[in-house]
């Protein structure tokens, strides 16, 4: 386990999810009263499957752990998991069930601190947004939560704190889109966070910001320097075993590329989203990377 959750705080999913899925089949078959540490266990690996792109067995771990909850009245991991589920969901395409999953997931959350279903929870919520196109609403909600999340010190943890930033670079590249006035403002919201996040200086994070640079390099509107950088984010990425993000990046460079050769980039990335049950590759892409076809 300890193995695993190193490996997850340095990016290496792959590596991560191997060890926790032994430390989660040793915790079932050696140990008795082990149950939150194969609650742990497993939030872990649904983490590590998110980043490596594996949306399909996302899930189907994730159905499989909700109904295990069920059965024994685990009221808490459920409430650590429904967060988790509606994310599903939105890559899904069923929103009504994410949004229902949010529902219940921000019922069962305690009002009295800040905790990481909050959390979940936020990034969910965050994620229906984009989803539906709303940049603003997912801006808002982010900009609401950030006190309470600071106070939290969740901030202290590198993989959220780069999610954090990525989500608000997102929201905010969406948001410049339809808001003219606060384009500029926005833009330059997005630089920063951008900023921070090449700041952190490792492999996994640096390749992220590669493919959201592309983003402000496009909306800034400098072509050739955003096709650079996704492609190059595609290849780094891909390196990393983050296929999702890479599908992303090579769906961006595509579109950018356009013609025969852009066309086939295009349908390579969405036939890839596909075959892992994700029904919209341009929102998927949206959500990871901030890009829109549009």
């Given at each position: ?16 999810l ?51 909850a ?43 601190r ?65 808001d003219?006035e ?39 509107g ?42 086939q ?30």
């Amino acid at each position: 386990y300890s193995r695993g959750v190193v490996d997850w705080g340095r990016g290496q999913w792959g590596a991560a999810l191997t060890a926790l899925d032994l430390a989660e089949a040793s915790y079932r078959n050696d140990c008795v009263g082990a149950g939150w540490e194969i609650l742990a266990a497993q939030l872990f690996s649904l983490g590590s499957l998110s980043y490596l792109g594996r949306f399909d067995e996302l899930r189907r771990r994730l159905t499989r752990i909700a109904d295990e909850a069920r059965a024994r009245d685990d009221r808490l991991t459920l409430q650590w998991v429904f967060g988790w589920q509606a994310i599903g969901d939105i890559l899904h395409g069923d929103l009504t069930a994410a949004k229902q999953g949010i529902a219940n997931a921000r019922a069962r959350l305690p009002e009295d601190r800040y905790t990481l279903p909050h959390l979940f929870v936020l990034c969910a919520s965050t994620c229906a947004s984009l989803y539906a196109g709303d940049g603003r609403s997912a801006l808002a909600r982010l900009a609401r939560e950030w006190p309470s999340i600071k106070r939290s010190q969740l901030l202290r943890l590198q993989v959220y704190r780069v999610e954090l930033y990525r989500l608000r670079i997102v929201s905010a590249l969406c948001a410049a889109r339809s808001d003219s006035e606060a384009r500029r403002s926005l833009l330059a919201g997005v630089e920063r966070d951008l900023a921070r996040i090449e700041d952190e200086r490792v492999p996994w994070a640096d390749a992220i910001a590669l493919a959201l640079r592309g983003e402000l390099r496009l909306a800034h509107g400098d072509r050739d320097a955003a096709l650079t950088c996704w492609e190059l984010a595609d290849e780094h990425l891909s390196a990393l075993d983050m296929a999702g993000y890479a599908a992303a990046a090579r769906r961006r460079a595509g579109s950018l590329i356009g013609g025969a050769e852009g066309e086939q980039r295009v349908r390579a990335a969405d036939d890839w989203f596909l075959l892992r049950g994700v029904v919209a590759p341009d929102r998927a892409t949206l959500i990871l990377i901030g890009g829109n076809d549009s």
